[in-house]
């Protein structure tokens, strides 16, 4: 048994940050849901990757405004959705190069 770190919940199957190292539960094991310190440091050091503008818009939000459940659906989806965008312009890049 573990405790999350950000929440206290106990856990039998811990999640552990790659960014911090840090043992969360299922609902905060995601570097946003978690103000993951070691993710600050490594977009500092990534700077201009794709990285960056994947995590930058969920950043400024503020986690007690609106239902948990519903905050992690939303951010889910839209990391999914940026993910999906990221994919196709990746092969659309590489087709260009190959082509
Ligand atoms: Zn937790
Ligand atoms: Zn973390």
Do not use: D
């Not at 050091?45 to 950043?59: C, L, S």
């Amino acid at each position: 048994m573990a405790r999350c770190s950000y929440c206290g919940a106990s856990e039998s199957m811990p999640f552990t940050c790659k960014f911090c190292g840090g043992k969360f539960c299922g609902e905060h094991r995601l570097p946003e849901n978690h103000e993951c310190q070691g993710l600050a440091v490594y977009k500092e050091t990534r700077g201009k990757e794709p990285e960056n503008w994947i995590y930058e818009p969920f950043r400024a939000e503020v986690p007690e405004e609106r239902s948990r459940v519903q905050e992690v659906v939303s951010r889910l989806s839209l990391r999914h959705a940026l993910y999906a965008l990221l994919a196709v312009l990746l092969i659309a890049m590489l087709l260009r190069t190959l082509l």
